[in-house]
């Protein structure tokens, strides 16, 4: 079974509530699913999460309005070429939220956070790598993650019937 890696903003439950949706619609759709978010997050969960982040065949990176989000974009592009260079046959979607919750009101915080998703979103665009997706809404996210499940489980069905 291939799974999805619900990878991007990991903040308190709060701020990382977009994971809710996805998990039970893929529940519900008998999709495998990879939640790196922790109640409490300890360094040892590092390494499942680098698993995950190496051998999952979809990958999802949303960089939510919900926080500043510094630590998921300085990750998205390290992880995804290098994954990439890993597997070349796993799927990357991305969403960076173009604005920030009004609550997150730490002035300098605010300026860097949205110079880095602007940077980072503009970056990404112009990378042309096949299995690398730039989306504009969570929504979109999902309907995208779907078609790319289905894919990645039809490539898995003929590799076991061509073993």
């Known amino acids: ?11 308190n439950k709060t701020q990382s509530s977009w994971r809710d949706d996805f998990i039970a619609l893929y529940e519900y759709m008998g999709f495998s699913y990879f939640n790196p978010w922790k109640e409490d997050w300890k360094p040892e969960n590092a390494a499942e999460e680098a698993y995950h982040l190496s051998t999952d065949e979809v990958i999802l990176f949303p960089i939510t ?4 989000g510094l630590g998921s974009l300085s990750e998205i592009g390290f992880s995804v070429l290098n994954a990439i260079q890993m597997n070349n046959k796993r799927d990357f979607v991305v969403f960076i939220d173009d604005c920030l919750d009004p609550t997150l009101d730490d002035i300098s915080l605010r300026v860097e956070s949205l110079r880095t998703r602007a940077l980072v979103k503009e970056h990404l665009l112009q990378l042309e ?14 309907e995208v993650s779907i078609k790319l499940y289905q894919i990645a489980k039809l490539r898995a069905e003929i590799k076991s019937y061509l073993a």
């Open 1 to 11: 079974m291939p799974t999805i890696g619900l990878f991007g903003t990991c903040g």
């Open 65 to 68: 309005a919900s926080t500043y």
């Open 129 to 142: 790598i096949d299995g690398l997706y730039i989306v504009d809404s969570l929504e979109e996210m999902k």
